[in-house]
T-cell receptor, first 114, second 113 residues
């Protein structure tokens, strides 16, 4: 698989603690927002999404919060595990009949300390 | 990886040579995408396809062309490779517009020397 040696902002957390990864987006007309996880040597993997008419959505151990007033998106990971170590990207999307054109953020690296 | 295969996985080529990257899917998804990933830029859309022979440009399409002659294959061509096209390229597929879960391939590392 492939990965990129990105010089990314890094969030370091202790195993078992909660993690909060933040993202600022640019387009107030975006229809929905998505968080992707990219492990070393792999392509991005979908984690959770949220529509623009919502402000919170929960999944298994993850919660996404959307603040449209300040164009801010966050991903909260509960009880962070070593397997959560990865680069996390937020993406915004406008729905079009011609397909999704996701615009990705630059990513945040999550490092989990044992 | 949801039935997506990218080939080649690694390639080194010389400036000015043509290069074609292939994305093959076995999911029969309608939409296919090519992204490049570079430090400081995240993933950026190059071209995408919304059906056989239906393609459109993304935000960084200059220097690239694509073709989709059948549902399962989406080809990305660099007509004359430049060093600025050194990158990791990812193919993605999605079943329908509005389907938020796009599946990505493993990526192709292309180096232009």
């Amino acid at each position: 698989g492939e990965s990129v040696g990105l010089h990314l902002p890094t969030l370091s957390v202790q195993e078992g603690d909660n993690s909060i990864i933040n993202c600022a987006y640019s387009n107030s007309a975006s229809d929905y927002f998505i968080w992707y996880k990219q492990e070393s040597g792999k392509g991005p993997q979908f984690i959770i999404d949220i529509r623009s008419n919502m402000d919170k959505r929960q999944g298994q151990r993850v919660t996404v919060l959307l603040n449209k007033t300040v164009k801010h998106l966050s991903l909260q990971i509960a009880a962070t595990q070593p397997g959560d170590s990865a680069v996390y990207f937020c993406a915004e999307n406008m729905e079009k009949s011609s397909g999704d054109k996701l615009t990705f953020g630059t990513g945040t690296r999550l490092a989990v300390r044992p | 990886d949801a039935g997506i295969t990218q080939s080649p996985r690694h390639k080194v080529t010389e400036t000015g040579t043509p290069v074609t990257l292939r994305c093959h899917q076995t999911e029969n998804h309608r939409y296919m995408y090519w992204y490049r990933q570079d430090p400081g830029h995240g993933l950026r859309l190059i071209h995408y396809s919304y059906g056989v022979k239906d393609t459109d440009k993304g935000e960084v399409s200059d220097g690239y062309s694509v073709s989709r002659s059948k549902t399962e294959d989406f080809l990305l061509t660099l007509e004359s490779a430049t060093s600025s096209q050194t990158s990791v390229y990812f193919c993605a597929i999605s079943e329908s517009s509005g389907d938020t879960e796009a599946f990505f391939g493993q990526g192709t590392r292309l180096t232009v020397v």
